[in-house]
């Protein structure tokens, strides 16, 4: 069973950055989407952003697109979410996810995907 562990988050100021870190165990995840959503209370989680397994392919919210960065290290079996200019709409708690098919991240339909992390509270103070 594929299991997904977080890291890196914590609390910073408007302006500053985060680097959330996402590792795999139980088997490799080469030929895996990653994606990344966000959740506050009451409400659904949302897309963040995902990277495709071979090519690298990568899909941003829009009000994320200039500001995060998502990348993937195979050898590490591990994602990251580089979080740039942070702004007080950004608190959340993050999860990272693991899906076999790219398109289910795109779609953004958190029911359909495969594997989740725990998620990391991520909070930014105005």
């Known amino acids: 069973q594929v299991q997904l562990v977080e890291s890196g988050g914590g609390a910073v100021q408007a302006g500053e950055s985060l680097r959330l870190s996402c590792a795999a165990s139980?088997?490799?995840?080469?030929?895996?989407?990653w994606g990344w959503f966000r959740q506050t209370p009451g409400k659904e989680r949302e897309f963040v952003a995902a990277?495709?397994?071979?090519?690298?392919?990568?899909r941003y919210a829009d009000d994320v697109k200039v500001r995060f960065a998502v990348s993937r290290d195979n050898t590490k079996n591990t994602s990251y979410l580089q979080m740039n200019s942070l702004k007080s709409g950004d608190t959340a708690k993050y999860y990272c996810?693991?899906?076999?098919?790219?398109?289910?991240?795109?779609?953004?339909?958190?029911?359909?995907?495969?594997?989740w992390g725990q998620g990391t509270q991520v909070t930014v103070a105005s």
């Open positions: 139980g088997r490799p995840l080469n030929a895996y989407s």
């Open positions: 996810s693991a899906d076999i098919n790219y398109l289910t991240h795109v779609s953004g339909d958190a029911d359909r995907v495969q594997y």
């Open positions: 990277i495709s397994d071979r090519d690298s392919l990568t």
